[in-house]
């Protein structure tokens, strides 16, 4: 079983930026490929959309096409967390983000592939 919980989220205005942490315990932490994914206003489970992955060793990262640029995802494995930095934010940014993990052994940008999940973190960016 492995527990996740994020933390970071809050009110930023349009252009500004903010980092995320999910720190991670109950499982060795360097044997988990790790993902943020977002959840929109008014948006269900199922639309949850995949914004950035790092493999176990850190050295793989994979953003989405909206994301590419901007978002920056990170780990320490010392430290058991992956972070999210986040610049350059947009009004459509606005979302509950979501930390997962992984066993599969590869990147993954789908949500079936993540086993584990934190309970997530308000972004609002104003305009």
């Known amino acids: 079983q492995v527990h996740l919980v994020e933390s970071g989220g809050g009110l930023v205005q349009a252009g500004g930026s903010r980092r995320l942490s999910c720190a991670a315990s109950g499982r060795t932490f360097s044997s988990l490929d790790m993902a943020w994914f977002r959840q929109g206003p008014g948006k269900e489970r199922r639309d949850r959309e995949f914004v950035a992955a790092i493999s176990r060793s850190g050295l793989t990262t994979y953003y989405a096409d909206s994301v590419k640029g901007r978002f920056t995802i990170s780990r320490d494995n010392a430290k058991n967390t992956v972070y999210l930095h986040m610049n350059s934010l947009k009004p459509e940014d606005t979302a509950v983000y979501y930390c997962?993990?992984?066993?599969?052994?590869?990147?993954?940008?789908?949500?079936?592939?993540?086993?584990?999940w934190g309970q997530g973190t308000q972004v609002t960016v104003s305009s």
């Open positions: 997962a993990a992984s066993m599969m052994g590869t990147i993954q940008t789908q949500r079936w592939a993540y086993d584990y």
